[in-house]
């Protein structure tokens, strides 16, 4: 690897404009880097410490295989990537996705762009209803039909609920009727858990020195959701 080559932490939604200042592509471990040093307009996407591995009292084992985990409504759209900046999620999206081996955790898949299969970061958490703190517990890397089985209800709204159960069926060995089964219990605990004004614990993040910016309380929250929803919606 070049001496000269300085890495970058370069947001998705900045890509063109750090490509425009001279940035490049490494698609081996696709990531952006500075060709040389001392290029000005590049200074703004200078990389900050790796993140460690393993996060401080991350569970690496919790959560395992595939099922559906949907999120409750007090926390729709409410997750990790909206509560740090975009370089901070920059840093910890890659992390997770390299210390994967750059493949899905749950399937094995790799990110494939012609099938439009992307490797992505889901989170996993802990709810405790007695005092009513949903606690981030893993990141874990997992490639988009795989993520679409998790979040099933969104599956729903965007229609395509057959393809999810398909993929939930063929990953999991499940037979229909067991896989149909899974859903529904899943939706009634998602129902229990939206019941509840959930306090987000982000703790396990802002142990790297990662800055965490407070979420919205539950109602605002709430009525984001069915903003963001709307505006997705639209777009679909």
């Known amino acids: 690897m070049p001496a000269e080559r300085i890495w970058l932490d370069v947001p998705y939604a900045e ?12 698609p081996r471990v ?26 401080p009292g991350e569970d690496r084992s919790l959560g395992s295989g595939l099922f559906v985990d949907l ?10 990537r909206s509560c740090v900046s975009q370089r901070d999620w920059e840093r910890l999206r890659r992390m997770v996705v390299d210390r994967a ?10 990110a494939d762009r012609e099938a439009r299969r992307w490797l992505e970061v889901h989170e996993r958490w802990t709810f405790d209803e007695r005092c009513g703190t949903q ?3 893993r990141l874990i890397c997992v490639c988009t039909p795989c993520h679409t089985v998790t979040h099933f209800g969104l599956a729903q709204v965007k229609g395509i609920a ?8 063929a990953v999991t060995g499940a037979s229909p009727e067991a896989a149909q089964r899974h859903v529904r219990e899943a939706f009634v605990l998602w129902e229990r858990r939206s019941g509840v004004v959930w306090e987000l614990d982000l703790g396990m993040l802002t142990a790297v020195g990662i800055t965490v910016q407070p979420p919205p309380d539950a109602l605002r929250r709430a009525e984001q959701a069915r903003a963001e929803l ?5 777009s679909w």
């Open 101 to 110: 081996g750059q493949v899905c955790e749950i399937c094995g898949a790799a």
């Open 135 to 137: 606690t981030l517990r």
């Open 162 to 169: 057959a393809e999810a159960m398909a993929h939930l069926i």
């Open 71 to 80: 999120v409750p409504s007090t926390c729709w759209f409410t997750n990790v």
């Open 15 to 26: 890509k063109d404009l750090a490509k425009a200042e001279g940035a490049r592509w490494d």
């Open 30 to 55: 696709r990531r952006w880097y500075a060709p040389r040093p001392g290029i000005a307009g590049l200074e703004r996407w200078s990389a900050r410490p790796d993140i460690p591995d393993l996060l």
């Open 230 to 234: 709307q505006r997705q919606r639209s």
